[in-house]
């Protein structure tokens, strides 16, 4: 349909053809979103399906301290993430990291007899 056959229209005939074109695009969309909410469902339960199947996570061993203050010897490194600020401190001061590890061989002696 072109501008003018709209222009020659009464508008009883547009109100009457807007109201069509209302209809069939609510019945489109209605269509369209049930679709839509059917794959949704679809992925999500997929989704579902796979996190249920997941393994559990494994339990990792606690990781023991490597490297301790001197100065304090309550505080300790395992040599994992961020570096601690008194270790940070120590490395300025000119200690090495081999300076400041933990002395196993005792530690294992009085474990053993223990």
Same mark, same amino acid.
Request: aromatic share 6%; hydrophobic share 30%.
């Given at each position: 349909?072109?501008? +003018?056959?709209?222009?020659?229209? &009464?508008?009883?005939?547009?109100? =009457?053809?807007?109201? +069509?074109?209302?209809?069939? @695009?609510?019945?489109?969309?209605?269509? $369209? *979103?049930? *679709?839509? $909410? +059917? =794959? @949704? =469902?679809? #992925? $999500? /339960?997929?989704?579902?399906?796979?996190r249920d199947e997941e393994r559990?996570?494994?339990?990792? %061993?606690?990781?023991? %301290?490597?490297? !301790?203050?001197? *100065?304090? %010897? &309550? +505080?300790?490194? &395992? /040599?994992? /993430?961020? !570096?601690?600020?008194?270790?940070?401190? !120590?490395?300025?001061?000119g200690k090495k990291l081999n300076?400041?590890? #933990?002395? =196993? &061989?005792?530690?294992?002696?009085?474990?053993?007899? /223990?």
């Open positions: 349909m072109e501008n +003018e056959d709209w222009a020659s229209m &009464s508008t009883a005939e547009l109100w =009457r053809l807007y109201d +069509e074109v209302t209809t069939v @695009l609510g019945r489109r969309m209605t269509a $369209e *979103k049930a *679709k839509l $909410e +059917e =794959r @949704l =469902r679809k #992925i $999500e /339960g997929t989704a579902a399906a796979a559990p996570r494994r339990p990792y %061993p606690p990781v023991l %301290p490597k490297y !301790q203050n001197p *100065k304090n %010897p &309550s +505080e300790t490194w &395992s /040599g994992r /993430g961020k !570096q601690p600020r008194w270790l940070k401190a !120590q490395l300025r001061a300076d400041l590890l #933990i002395d =196993r &061989s005792s530690a294992q002696r009085r474990r053993r007899t /223990g």
